[in-house]
């Protein structure tokens, strides 16, 4: 296996290095000089920075861009896959949900509510947990998706809670990207089935159309081994038939002029094997089932004057239904402590940017969303627990300005305030110097502040089985934020970014057990502080050929005590590369990701791990069908993520080596 990696790379250097046809006339972003002409130009702005088209030289951020091709090459099967490969993202897995940690934060416990999670700009974080799926939850098809926009760094500045570590907007196919109908097919380990049917058409009317639908369904793992419940009367510490996953998405897009009406539509259910909160072991009747569903009215007009109109009106839907098997009943007898969470807003948001005396450019804004559910229950055959129903409103107003003090120097300025019902309000500014040093070296020297809300679970949630209790008196966490960015073309096909940031947190909210009581609630623990470093250097070749490097190093600690966090990698390295072999009939993707050990809940820290990933993917062969195959793990490497505090585990195995074979056919 190591030598055909091997030869692989040395293939594709070979290939990249080889001369090819002649490229399109590049964007002027990524010009060297007036006559050389640069591979970087398929994406040459980015919209979710600033809410406006604009280069990503110029944009208040750190930003990254994935596209579908980079999905289709590498085989990423879930959200988390793509997040996975960017630098200062790492994943937790704990065979219910994926968790994404950034720049040193994974803290056990968080449903990824530091990270704002946008569709097309429709906000997907729910008003329960303040969370996003990353997992087989995620709410959108990856096979939909034209691109994923992500914005590093403290962005509440112009999108208020949640945009704590940063905001990642997806962006979706249009009818016209599919252009007739389209249906695919995959299987892979665990007995994975699934399958998609799209249709796709922009009309001559000038309407636009997308409707696609997708089925999952896996066994997962059959038996897992956990040393932690090693007793004959705990089945010798092996899970059966616990690990299952089904989901069912559904999407719409219909557009005309400046008008476009979306909806998404995401069901998934899912067993857990790892007997969270002391639940019965060796129980597959104890899963989670989560659901979203919104539909979103969008407007977007370009003024003859130049003045850029948007505005949305939503609603939205979200549920979660947990079953959770104890034996605290009669002898013999096992009870079902149920959890029934709904949550129902809507919302309207507008905003106008416009330039002003040739080097202004003024964005105003303003956002209401409306809670008509925020209901939490938690019950069993004996007694109603919990029975919360809060009603937290909120609305915010926010502006930027973009000023060009020279051709080559920028100064962004932008604050925001937000009111919520249940702690009053909050305002953040965000500030960055962008200096264009040389016409391929751009300098941004940037601070900001965010915030993140209390969830109402956070808030209100406990249970009758003496686990958890609420606490109603957190107030928001917040972070302050410094960084550098050192942007550079260094030739026709090679360009790098390097990042350095500091970010203090205060009244960090994280889940802890009472002493005194034996009781896990939330609450604002230690002021935490976190430094490092990303370097990427991304190339892109003739004949398709891409390749990226990037390492991350990051430090974060109690400012209190001085520990290091929990679930913090200090070091991550990934390569990825894409290169076409066998005459153009394959095209293959390579990933190896490094990561250096994770400090677990218990103190113990988890081994380094060097996963590879290899797929190949084949469009030459039938016309429309386009066939991919993967391996996953291709060494099979035994790692493990850290679990956290509801897991008696102290570290969660993960997945060897799986694979998986996908065809797609468009008709």
């Keep these: 296996m190591k030598k055909l990696i091997l030869s692989f790379l040395s293939l594709a250097t070979v290939i990249c290095s080889q001369s090819g046809p002649a490229q399109a006339v590049p964007d002027p972003q990524f010009l060297v000089s007036a006559e050389e002409e640069l591979l970087f130009q398929d994406i040459s702005s980015v919209y979710t920075a600033s809410k406006y088209e604009q280069k990503i030289s110029d944009a208040p951020a750190r930003i990254s861009i994935v596209t579908q091709e980079e999905i289709q090459r590498y085989g990423y099967r879930t959200f988390a896959d793509i997040l996975r490969s960017l630098p200062g993202f790492y994943i937790s897995y704990d065979n219910n949900y994926s968790y994404v940690g950034v720049r040193g934060f994974g803290i056990p416990g968080d449903y990824n509510t530091r990270i704002l999670m946008l569709v097309n700009g429709h906000r997907i974080n729910d008003n329960i947990f303040d969370s996003v799926y990353a997992d087989t939850a995620f709410i959108l098809d990856l096979d939909l998706i034209d691109r994923v926009e992500v914005v590093r760094g403290p962005s509440s500045s112009l999108y208020g809670s949640n945009a704590f570590f940063g905001v990642v907007n997806v962006i979706t196919k249009k009818g016209r990207d599919l252009d007739g109908l389209e249906t695919s097919v995959a299987v892979g380990s ?126 939205d839907n979200y549920w979660y239904d947990g079953d959770y098997l104890y034996d605290y009943g009669p002898p013999s007898e096992i009870v079902t402590l149920k959890d029934r969470d709904i949550g129902e807003w809507w919302g309207t948001e507008l905003h106008v940017s416009r330039h002003f005396f040739e080097s202004h450019r003024l964005t105003l804004g303003g956002e209401y969303r409306g809670s008509l559910k925020q209901e939490q229950k938690t019950y069993d055959r004996y007694d109603l627990w919990l029975d919360s129903q809060p009603d937290i409103d909120t609305w915010a107003l926010f502006f930027q300005d973009e000023w060009t003090l020279l051709d080559n120097l920028l100064f962004n300025i932008g604050l925001r305030h937000d009111n919520y019902d249940s702690f009053g309000g909050t305002t953040n500014p965000r500030v960055a110097l962008i200096y264009s040093l040389f016409p391929e070296t751009s300098l941004k020297f940037l601070y900001g502040k965010a915030f993140r809300a209390p969830s109402t679970y956070e808030l209100y949630y406990h249970d009758g089985y003496n686990t958890a209790k609420p606490n109603t008196n957190i107030d928001p966490e917040t972070i302050e934020s410094i960084e550098f960015i050192w942007e550079q073309q260094l030739n026709r096909n090679l360009r790098s970014a390097v990042s350095l940031y500091k970010n203090e947190i205060e009244g960090l909210i994280a889940y802890t057990l009472d002493p005194d009581d034996g009781l896990f609630y939330f609450d604002n623990q230690d002021d935490v502080e976190a430094y490092g470093a990303e370097l990427s250097i991304e190339g892109k070749w003739n004949r398709g050929c891409l390749t990226n490097l990037s390492y991350t190093y990051q430090h974060a600690e109690s400012k209190d005590t001085g520990e290091r966090l929990v679930n913090s990698p200090r070091h991550m390295v990934k390569v990825n590369v894409m290169a076409p072999v066998v005459n153009n009939i394959l095209n293959g993707g390579l990933e190896l990701q490094y990561e250096s050990g994770r400090k677990t809940v218990a103190g113990n820290e988890t081994d380094n791990s060097l996963l590879t990933n290899l797929i190949l993917v084949s469009n030459s062969w039938l016309e429309g069908v386009t066939v991919s195959a993967g391996v996953y793990n291709l060494f099979d490497v035994a790692y493990d993520f850290p679990g956290s505090a509801e897991h008696r585990q102290d570290m969660l195995l993960q997945d060897g080596r799986t694979f998986k074979l996908k065809i797609d056919y468009l008709f």
């Design 190 to 315: 665990h007995r994975s089935y699934q399958g998609r049917l799209s249709y796709g058409k922009r009309y001559q009317n000038g309407l636009e159309l997308l409707l696609s639908g997708s089925y999952y369904d896996s066994q997962g793992r059959t038996d897992l081994y956990y040393k932690e419940f090693d007793d004959p009367t705990t089945n010798n510490g092996v899970a059966e038939e616990g690990d299952d996953d089904q989901f069912n998405n559904l999407f719409f897009r219909l557009s005309s002029g400046d008008f476009t009406l979306e909806s998404l539509y995401a069901d998934r259910e899912k067993g857990i094997p790892t007997a969270p909160w002391d639940v019965e072991f060796n129980n597959s009747e104890t899963r989670t089932w989560d659901g979203h569903w919104f539909v979103d009215l969008n407007y977007q007009h370009l003024h003859e004057s130049g003045m850029e109109i948007a505005a949305r009106l939503f609603y």
